[in-house]
Every structure is written in C-alpha cells, then in structure tokens.
Antibody, heavy 111, light 107 residues
Framework: EVEMVQSGGGLVQPGGSLRLSCAASGFTVSGNHMSWVRQAPGKGLDWVSVIYSDDRTYYADSVKGRFIMSRDHSKNTLYLQMNSLRGEDTAVYYC?????WGQGILVTVSS | EIVLTQSPGTLSLSPGETATLSCRAS???????LVWYQQKPGQAPRLLIYGASSRATGIPDRFSGSGSGTDFTLTISRLEPEDFAVYYC?????????FGQGTKLEI
C-alpha cells in the first residue's frame, strides 16, 4: 500500500523550532518530487517547499531562510526542519507527492 | 512567482448539473505541470487531474481538464452529491510552486 505517515507536530512557542517527519511506504521519496504544503485553519492550500528528483530544493518566500526540507533515502523519509517559528506558521502541514499525501499534522505556534 | 487565480470563488449547483471551474495563471504554465485537486473537510487533497487533462487513477470520467498557457479549466459533468467540495489548481516544476485560492462547489 502506498502511504505517507507524518509525525512531529505540536505546540511550540514563537521563535522555537520543530521538525516534521514523513515516512513513506510503497514508493521511494528519492525518486519523486516531494512537497510540503500547509493549510491554516479555514484557509486554502499554501505551498511551502519542494524537492525535485534531482535534489533541487525551493522554498516559498514566507519560509525561506527559516525552513529546511530534506530526505533520507535509507529511511525513505522526508523532513521539514522549521526554525524561528511565527504565529502565522500555525497550520496543518502535509507532506505530498503528486498523488499521495500524508494525513496532515497540526503545528501551533503560540505562547 | 506565478499567481493562480481561480473563479468563481463559490459555485452553487444541483446534482446532475455541470460545473465549470477556471484557473488563470499570471504567466504561462507548462501543461505538464498543472494539476487539479479535490479536498473535502477534514481530509487531505485528492489528485483528480495531472498534466492539465489526464485523469488520475480511479477518477470518474465525469471529471475532465483542459487548457494551456495561462487558462485552464476543470469540468465536472453530471454532478454527484460526493462532488461537492473545494477544488484547487496547482502548478509546479519551477523554483516557485503555487496553488489557486480554491473554488468551493456547494449544493
């Protein structure tokens, strides 16, 4: 079965850090372009970052310099390291290939 | 940055009717990298159309995509009750990806 299982969300204070993980099964994260997408409560989808099959990695301006996307081929896992978190980063975060999405995980940035 | 503008914001139709959703890009998008998603409350998005016009596996032929350049359309024929949801277009392939703001299809 093709799926992605996310972990690592939760409550963090402004300025803090959090690392999201996304473990894939049924396909390889290194062979596909993979994205992180977020959705603030009641809002639309917001693209965060992408890594292509050739390892080119890009970020939305809103997270550039604060978030780092990576993948571990041996663990078949995608990561999003989030630093200097702000209230506006509060959202459900999804890892996604084109076809398969994780279940989503809530990140709340609040004091 | 390519901005995708979807219209209308909300579309009110009845089962059996045809829905036409528009996605306009601020600059030309390769058709190969334009997709449509459906999202229902509390769920992750589901891929409907990739490459602007190809249906994903398991998607009924009531769903069709078309367009090129800056204008893309998702058409849903013979609306079923389960089709009422929010629809997003998405472009990727370059250094900046983006989603449209969504069209809510309501009964």
């Amino acid at each position: 079965e093709v799926e992605m299982v996310q972990s690592g969300g939760g409550l963090v204070q402004p300025g803090g850090s959090l690392r999201l993980s996304c473990a894939a099964s049924g396909f390889t994260v290194s062979g596909n372009h993979m994205s992180w997408v977020r959705q603030a409560p009641g809002k639309g989808l917001d693209w965060v970052s992408v890594i292509y099959s050739d390892d080119r990695t890009y970020y939305a301006d809103s997270v550039k310099g604060r978030f780092i996307m990576s993948r571990d081929h041996s663990k078949n896992t995608l990561y999003l390291q989030m630093n200097s978190l702000r209230g506006e980063d509060t959202a459900v975060y999804y890892c996604a290939s084109l076809l398969t999405w994780g279940q989503g995980i809530l990140v709340t940035v609040s004091s | 940055e390519i901005v995708l503008t979807q219209s209308p914001g909300t579309l009110s139709l009845s089962p059996g009717e045809t829905a036409t959703l528009s996605c306009r890009a601020s600059q030309s998008v390769s058709s190969s990298y334009l997709v449509w998603y459906q999202q229902k409350p509390g769920q992750a998005p589901r891929l409907l159309i990739y490459g602007a016009s190809s249906r994903a596996t398991g998607i009924p032929d009531r769903f069709s995509g078309s367009g090129s350049g800056t204008d893309f359309t998702l058409t849903i024929s013979r609306l079923e009750p389960e089709d009422f949801a929010v629809y997003y277009c998405h472009q990727y392939g370059s250094s900046m990806c983006s989603f449209g703001q969504g069209t809510k299809l309501e009964i």
